[in-house]
Structures are given as structure tokens and as C-alpha cells.
């Protein structure tokens, strides 16, 4: 039976009260009394040496409050990277400035010029239009393999070529590499591209600013997944405020998917001109501005090596990539293709010998950094892609082949720097071949077949590290952050509890899911546990929600922090019942002494830590504790995918038929969610596969820049999806048991619809190695009548 | 700026605006029916739907001054006053059709107009009229089956909640 309350149990979700009734709170719902509105006058052009800006027009405008341009931040810090990448010589990687507003030069359309301050937007906008920009244009650097080129236009004029770091990971002895390769028996080589994405959460990014000359104080509603590490770094990096001086808030936030992690240009901004004007300042990004502005993915070019031995062992794999990072560092851009990629490069196999180059180029485009999976779809792309290929050429069963390599003993220590834990990718792939019912593909090909369609399998499998991340291990492979995250219990005196949290919640169902954790181990009813999340002055220091980490990091500090107040309420129950503290039990919110009949209920002892008339003198009064968790290694969700397509042979249209995903998330704390989570990342990952690319033409003008020119998936472009989630082998090293489930659909996915696609090519007499995505009709028409 | 009068949810409203004010830019910026909300700039991504005189319009595709006179229900408008849910709003909690929620007061606005005129729609025709509402968060499966749960069907075959 499925549990109704606690852990385990698909709690209906409290949040959704206000999100459906229009009762959500927004960032761009938030008006402040007397706010001005901030317009942004960005580059339409990719590169180039600005020569003169000319406000003077504009400044005389209706409504114009202050005109800003380059010129006002100089002496103001730029927007900071948050990790340093070593590269392959043990030089730190080049690491240019970016500054609030554009500074001498453009390097990217977007990139923004001026901002106008104004009464209202509509005369901000106006005003904006009478700025004289002059723009010496310069050759925009589009190609990554020409930007590494010697002598290439330089993006970065101080800079000594627009390499950010040439980066490497695992085997360093290239003969080693070489004999490797030249002993195998079978060697499968593939080039591929991961296709540009833009993240696209439904709700644009937004900052509202104020600043009160009384008190000093600052205060920014943003849209962001971890309001302190935006504190931190605008404080501490950009405009060097007093950090207990600034509170940073972010409400209802739309969703986010990563690329609402990073500190933008436009909250330093409006922080400091809301000072500056002595005014509350609003600036809400239309869509052709978030394209523009919000931070991009993937856009990886690589090459992937893999070597196998006469019995289709693996024996090793080399990959190449060149890792676009656009024009600017953006907050995590640079961990991506290095630490977040080349270690998964094993992915579930036992592959003895890996070796991972990556040349990360900056280009005339947006900023580059993580989208949901964030290095890892991009690794589990190129494996899971060549596996299939190889077993292609060899004639073996693509399942087989992938079985016949697993890793099934754990602890296992990659090549690529990771310890995973735990893990049954044998027992996943049963999972899924029984959802996905692969014995009965042949009949439902020969099926599609009478119709005239071609039918295709594709299956693959996929890791990924979360749960991030351990501070000591990231601290040494350069991050300038800590991972850790943070939550405080408060029980309040009637026994209802507020948990504030460093997690934040932008569609995962936090406050939700959480108090589930906090009822259970007490044994009272959710309803009385109230998550608080999003707001500086609110929250412990945490570093908020991203990389599936929010349960496996934020949880275990809830559940520490639950444990201490557990233990401090043991010993008042003790103290009320005149027993031993080792001798009181907690089961459904009654504390009770071992063997006797005698018992205290929760809200009992609640209002006595609150009324301590009758209190343990060695205790103090209250009941409110907070614990800081730290992870002891990262947590290695798994799982297997299965993509049925048919592929209409006349016009090369791809139509998903059936989708299944079986995945090894170790517990579940709410079923409901975490199916919802899976879905959402297939929808995306088939997203990529099939419909979405960020184009810019070789000017690097931006080709994609609305819902118009960008494919986003629509409610027809897909399928019902299953999941099953009964595979699981519980995380070892943080107290839930839990893995992380917000990235998987998306990393796990591309690779099967692409796999799909191609066996139903060849099953249709087409012999076709490889189609990059998405894989439009035009793209696979063409591979087909190629 | 021009007055301009309409009713939304009920209750009469009126407001002095531009001519270019569009009429989700009235309803949020003027009466503060915040429920409405901007997804593009494009009439591409629904979030703004609301219906006119019945009918679902997105709201970032109408000058204000075009539903002078109109009647006009926000998402604001869909519960009982008491707070009790509508059945579609009550499907969509109960079948886990949203995430984030920005994109969910057009998905319920638009699912009202559907089951209208079409009170018992397939999973086809659900995707189908849904083209003009885009979720990042769902993939769109649990909506789909929220809508089909709304109108009375049998949805415990389809997978995972």
C-alpha cells in the first residue's frame, strides 16, 4: 500500500493553492511605492569597439530620471566566475573581465550598452531609443576550431588568444592513450555536435531594488535558485556592500533550470542604481531579452574515441571537445565542461582507460553556463551515442553490449576522479526492459511498418554526479564556493514548526516535500511543518537549488537539525516524566519511557521548552536548532531509457512513440514529485533532440531570439512518458538515503531519441552513422536520402 | 489616456491608459489581478490567457481599449468564493499538473475554454488546443492527464502521477 503521510507518500502539493488561483507572488508582481523602471540598451551588434555614446538627447526626454553608461562603473567590479579552472599545464585559466555595462567594447549581441532610468517603463524604452551609439564593428568570433586558430581576431583585447583553458582529465600519458587504441580490436570514432539550448523558464528574469537612505539597507527581489549566493557575490565581488546590509529575496520564482543560478549584470545594476537615484527600481526582461541575456547551454563539438577488445570489452575511450563559454565568464560557466563533464565520462562502464581534452573558446555569443544536467548530458551524449555505434558496426546487441561492460561492484573508483558509491545498473535495466516492454518492439515495428513508417528502438543509460557537493573536494578542483547547505528548525511553542531553508524552491515542490521529512521523524502531521525559503533575512546561509542537490544536501541538514531538536526535546520529555533520557522513545509525536505506560505528547513538551516552569536546569529554554551539512561524496542517480520513434520515410518527420525511463534515485521521499521531475527533464532532453537550437549566422547575429525562431517543445510535440522508479539502491553517505532526481530526464534522454532515430534508418535499409540534433525532418531526410 | 470600462470577475472596473496599453498590462498593472502573467513577447507562450466575453484570448495580443465594454475573467475568477477550487483547478492539483505555476493560470484559463466546447476532449485533442500554451516544467504529461481527469475520464491507466 502507498503510504498517505511522511516519507514515501505522494503528498498533494500545498504550493499549488496560490499557483492556481493567481495567488503566486512573483517577482514581477512586486511594485514598490514610487519605483522607476529600468530599460536596457543592448548591442545589436556582435563585436565591436564603441567609439562614442551620446545621452544628451535622451536625458531631456519626458520621465528620464538618469541615463547610465561604462562609464559610471568604472571603478565598480565586474561579474565574477566562481570557479578557476587549472589547465593542463597548471596554469589558471584566462579569465577576463565583465563588466556591469559594456566597457570600451561589445561582445555579443545583448550585451548592454546603457541602461535609461525612467517614471515608466514605455518613457525608459523611448528614451533608450534616442541614445547615439557609434560601434566600430569587428570580425565576430563564431567558430570555436578557428577561435583557437593563432592569430584570430581577439575577443578579449588583454587576453592573449580566446582560449579560456585547454583542460584535461584522466590518463595524461598520451602513448599510453595511443597503444590503448592501437592494441584494441574494434575502434569506433564519432564527431558530434550538443546543440546550443536556451534554458527558457516561462518566467523572464526580474530585479526590483531599494535602498533607504535612513537605514542603509538594501533590498533586491530577484529570480534566482540561491538568493545568498547572489548576496555573496554582488557584496563581496561586484559592489563591494556590507553583506548584513543587503537582503536579497526571492519569492516565487518560475522555474529555473540553471540558468536562474548565476548573479546577472542586472541585478548588481539595479542594486546599485537604486541608491544612485535614490529610487526603487524595477527591470523585468521581455523574452527577446532573456534570449539575449540569460545565460545559454551545452554547445559542445567534439570527437569520441572508443576502444574495444575482441570480446567487445571496453578498453578505452578518448574524447575531444571544444566547449563554447561565449563572451564572458558567466558565475559557474567554467566548471561545466571540465568537472561536471569529463568525470562522468565513465558512465556506467568499466572503461579502464579514459582520457578527456577540452578546449573551452570564447566567442561573440551569450554567456555559456549550466542548464539542467549541465555537463552531463553532454558526456552522457558522447558515451551512450559511440556505445551505439560501435555496437552498430560489431553486429551485437546495443543492450548486450552495454550489460556486458557494466561496473557491478561498488565502491568503484573511475578513471575520471569519482568514487561512485552505490548503483544495480543491471537490475535498472530490467526495470526498464520490462516498462518498455522490448519484447514486444518487433511486433509493434512490423506494426509501423504496414503503416509505411519506419520504427526504431534506442536505449541507453546514463549517470550523473549530484548532490553537490562535497566543499573540501570542489575547494580543490577550484571552486570559490563552498557546497554545503543549511537549515534551522523551529518549533514554536503550540508544536507547529517553520524550517528555513537554504534550498530554494522554483518548481520542485520544497515546500511540499520537505516538511514530509521533518513529520515523519517526529510523527505528527504535515501540515504542522512550514517550510521557509528565499529570503535572506529569513534563511540560514545556504547555497541553494541546483545540480539535484536540494534533498541530498539541504534534506540532510533538515534532518540533522530535526535530530538535535529531537534530542533537546528527549531530554525535557525525561525531565516531565521523571525517567532517563536514554529511556524516552518519540513514535507518532508521543514521547513515552521504555516499558511503562507513562507518556508526554509533543505539543506537551513544545510548550513546556517554551513556559520552562518545570524545566531541566542544564537546558536551556526554546527548541530551535540549525545544522550546516556538508556532503562526504557526491550521489550517483542511474538509470536506463528507452525511446521508441517512428520516422515517416517521405518527409523525414520523427514522431516519439513511446518514451520510458527507469531510474535509481535511492529513496523517494515524495513519488509524485519525483515522476514530475522526470517528465519535466525528458521533455526537454527530447527537446533537444528534436526541436530546439540556438542559432546565430556568422555575424553573430542571433538567429533564434523569440518563441517564434526557437522550437520549444508544445504539449503535441510529445508523448505520455512512463517511469518507473523501483530500482533503488539507497545513497550511503547522507541520512535520507537520497540521490537526486531534477536533472536525470534531461541528461538521460537525448541519446535514446537519437539512438531511436537511427535504428529506425538502418532497420529501414539506411545505413546512417550519426544525425546531430535536434533532428528536424529536414536534417533526417536528408541523412536519408544523402 | 483614454477610460476605459470593462467587467472582470463580476465586478466593474475602469481605468485611464495609453492607447498602447495592452489589456494583460491593465489587468496587472492597473486593478493588480497579478495572476495574469507575461511569458514572451510574441503571443507565442499563453501565460497571459484570460477570456473575453467567453472566449480565451491571450491578453498581451489586446490593447485594453479593445475590451471596453467586455467581460473578462482572470484566473482570479476561478474558485468559489469561498477559496473551493473549480474542478479543472482542483485536476491539476490532484494529478500533479504544475510546477513552477507560471505558466498554469493560462493552462487553466485555456483548459475552461476547451472543455467548453468540447467537454469530453481526447488526449489528442488536448495536445492539439494546447499549442498555444507552453510549460517548461511538465512535459506536458500530467497536465494532459489533469485535463482529462477534469472532464470525467478514466485516467488511472496512464502512468505515473
Not at chain 1, 658 to 673: L, R
Not at chain 2, 30 to 51: E, K, S, W
Request: proline content about 5%; charged content about 20%.
Amino acid at each position: 500500500m502507498p503510504k498517505d503521510s511522511g516519507i514515501g507518500a505522494s503528498s498533494k502539493r500545498r504550493e499549488d493553492v496560490r499557483f492556481l488561483t493567481g495567488a503566486g507572488n512573483y517577482t514581477d508582481d512586486i511594485n514598490v511605492h514610487g519605483q522607476a523602471y529600468v530599460h536596457f540598451l543592448r548591442s545589436d551588434i556582435a563585436h565591436g569597439r564603441i567609439s562614442n555614446i551620446d545621452t544628451s538627447a535622451a536625458e531631456g526626454m519626458p520621465g528620464v530620471v538618469k541615463i547610465f553608461t561604462g562609464k559610471d562603473f568604472e571603478g565598480v567590479g565586474g561579474m565574477p566566475c566562481g570557479w578557476e579552472i587549472t589547465d593542463r599545464h597548471g596554469a589558471p585559466m584566462q579569465e577576463p573581465p565583465h563588466p556591469i555595462l559594456a566597457q570600451g567594447k561589445v561582445r555579443h549581441v545583448g550585451d548592454p550598452i546603457a541602461a535609461v532610468v525612467a517614471d515608466s517603463l514605455e518613457q525608459a524604452r523611448d528614451a533608450a531609443e534616442a541614445i547615439e551609439v557609434d560601434i566600430e564593428e569587428l570580425p565576430a568570433v563564431m567558430d570555436m576550431k578557428a577561435a583557437a586558430q593563432d592569430g584570430a581576431t581577439l575577443i578579449h583585447d588583454d587576453l592573449k588568444n580566446n582560449i579560456c583553458y585547454d583542460w584535461h582529465l584522466g590518463e595524461e600519458d598520451n602513448d599510453k592513450v595511443n597503444e590503448v587504441f592501437a592494441n584494441a580490436a574494434h575502434v569506433t570514432t564519432l564527431d558530434l555536435i550538443n546543440n546550443r539550448l536556451v534554458a527558457n523558464p516561462m518566467e523572464p528574469r526580474v530585479a526590483v531594488a531599494e535602498y533607504s537612505r535612513g537605514t542603509e539597507d538594501y533590498t533586491l527581489y530577484t529570480t534566482s535558485q540561491n538568493p545568498h549566493v547572489i548576496r555573496l557575490l554582488m557584496c563581496a565581488f561586484v559592489l563591494g556592500l556590507p553583506e548584513h546590509k543587503v537582503r536579497v529575496v526571492a519569492p516565487d520564482v518560475g522555474g529555473g533550470f540553471g540558468t536562474k543560478i548565476f548573479h546577472y549584470a542586472e541585478e548588481a545594476f539595479c542594486t546599485f542604481a537604486a541608491k544612485a537615484c535614490n529610487r526603487p527600481l524595477k527591470w523585468t526582461a521581455s523574452r527577446s531579452e532573456a534570449f539575449m541575456s540569460d545565460a545559454q547551454g551545452r554547445d559542445h563539438v567534439s570527437t569520441v574515441e572508443l576502444a574495444l577488445d575482441a570480446d567487445n570489452n571496453f578498453t578505452g575511450l578518448r574524447t575531444n571537445t571544444y566547449a563554447n563559454l561565449g563572451a564572458y565568464l558567466s558565475t559557474f560557466s567554467s566548471s561545466v565542461p571540465t568537472w561536471l563533464h569529463g568525470t562522468l565520462m565513465a558512465g556506467n562502464y568499466k572503461t579502464p582507460v579514459i582520457q578527456v581534452n577540452v578546449k573551452a573558446m570564447f566567442t561573440n555569443t551569450v554567456p555559456v553556463d549550466a542548464y539542467r544536467g549541465a555537463g552531463r548530458p553532454e558526456a552522457t551524449y558522447q558515451l551512450e551515442r559511440v556505445i551505439d555505434k560501435a555496437a552498430r558496426e560489431l553486429g551485437v546487441d546495443p543492450i548486450a553490449l552495454r550489460r556486458q561492460n557494466f561496473i557491478t561492484q561498488f565502491p568503484y573508483d573511475t578513471p575520471v576522479a569519482l568514487t561512485y558509491d552505490t548503483g544495480d545498473y543491471n537490475g535498472t535495466m530490467d526495470k526498464l526492459e520490462a516498462a518498455a516492454d522490448l519484447a514486444g518492439f518487433a511486433a509493434r515495428r512490423a506494426e509501423s511498418e504496414a503503416n509505411g513508417k519506419l520504427r526504431g528502438l534506442g536505449v541507453n543509460c546514463y549517470i550523473e554526479a549530484c548532490g553537490i557537493a562535497p566543499s573540501n573536494i570542489v575547494g580543490m578542483l577550484g571552486a570559490r564556493a563552498g557546497l554545503y547547505d543549511a537549515a534551522t528548525v523551529r518549533v514554536n511553542a503550540t508544536g507547529s514548526i517553520s524550517v528555513m531553508v537554504g534550498a530554494h524552491s522554483h518548481g520542485q515542490g520544497h515546500e511540499t516535500a520537505f516538511p514530509q521529512v521533518v513529520a515523519d521523524m517526529i510523527g505528527i502531521d504535515e501540515s504542522m511543518v512550514e517550510i521557509v525559503h528565499g529570503d535572506t533575512s529569513k534563511i540560514p546561509f545556504g547555497m541553494g537549488t541546483y545540480g539535484s542537490r536540494s534533498l541530498a544536501v539541504c534534506g540532510s541538514a533538515m534532518v540533522k537539525a530535526t535530530e538535535k531538536i529531537i534530542d533537546k526535546a528527549k531530554k525535557i520529555a525525561a525531565h516531565l516524566l521523571e525517567a532517563s533520557e536514554a529511556d524516552i522513545e518519540l513514535k507518532d509525536g508521543q514521547f513515552s519511557v521504555a516499558g511503562t505506560d507513562k507518556s508526554v505528547a509533543w505539543g506537551d513538551v513544545t510548550l513546556t521548552a517554551y513556559v520552562p516552569h518545570n524545566f531541566p536546569l542544564e537546558v536551556e529554554p526554546g527548541l530551535e536548532e540549525t545544522a550546516f551539512y556538508d556532503p562526504a561524496n557526491f550521489t550517483f542517480p542511474a538509470g536506463a531509457y528507452a525511446c521508441e520513434v517512428e520516422v515517416d520515410p517521405e518527409t523525414g518527420q520523427v514522431t516519439i512513440e513511446a518514451f520510458t525511463a527507469a531510474d535509481d534515485f535511492g529513496n523517494i521521499v515524495n513519488p509524485m514529485i519525483v515522476d514530475g521531475q522526470v517528465h519535466g527533464g525528458i521533455g526537454q532532453g527530447i527537446g533537444q533532440a528534436l526541436l530546439e537550437n540556438c542559432a546565430y549566422d556568422e555575424n553573430g547575429q542571433l538567429l533564434s531570439a523569440s518563441f517564434m525562431d526557437y522550437a520549444m517543445p508544445r504539449a503535441d510535440d510529445l508523448p505520455f512518458y512512463g517511469v518507473d522508479h523501483s530500482s533503488q539502491t539507497p545513497c550511503t553517505h547522507n541520512p535520507l538515503g537520497v540521490k537526486g532526481c531534477g536533472e536525470a530526464g534531461a541528461i538521460g534522454s537525448p541519446p535514446a531519441v537519437v539512438n531511436a532515430v537511427l535504428d529506425a534508418l538502418n532497420a529501414g535499409g539506411k545505413a546512417v552513422d550519426h544525425i546531430d540534433m535536434p533532428m528536424s525532418p529536414s536534417r533526417v531526410w536528408a541523412a536519408m536520402n544523402g | 489616456m483614454t477610460k476605459v470600462s470593462m467587467t472582470v470577475n463580476g465586478v466593474a472596473v475602469s481605468g485611464d491608459v495609453e492607447g498602447r496599453t495592452l489589456l494583460s498590462g491593465f489587468l496587472r498593472d492597473h486593478l493588480n489581478l497579478t495572476g495574469t502573467h507575461i511569458g514572451c513577447d510574441t503571443a507565442q507562450c499563453g501565460a497571459c490567457v484570460v477570456h473575453v466575453n467567453g472566449e480565451a484570448v491571450k491578453s498581451c495580443n489586446m490593447l485594453a481599449l479593445e475590451a471596453d465594454g467586455a467581460d473578462v475573467g482572470t484566473i482570479e475568477g476561478q474558485a468559489a468564493e469561498d477559496g473551493t477550487l473549480s474542478a479543472i483547478q482542483q485536476a491539476f492539483q490532484d494529478h500533479h499538473g504544475l510546477q513552477c505555476g507560471f505558466c498554469t493560470p493560462g493552462m487553466v484559463m485555456s483548459t475552461a475554454a476547451l472543455l467548453k466546447e468540447n467537454p469530453r476532449p481526447t488526449e489528442g485533442e488536448i495536445r492539439k488546443y494546447l499549442e498555444g500554451n507552453l510549460c517548461r516544467c511538465t512535459g506536458y504529461h500530467n497536465i494532459v492527464k489533469a485535463i482529462m481527469a477534469a472532464s470525467g475520464q478514466d485516467v488511472s491507466s496512464i502512468a505515473a502521477e
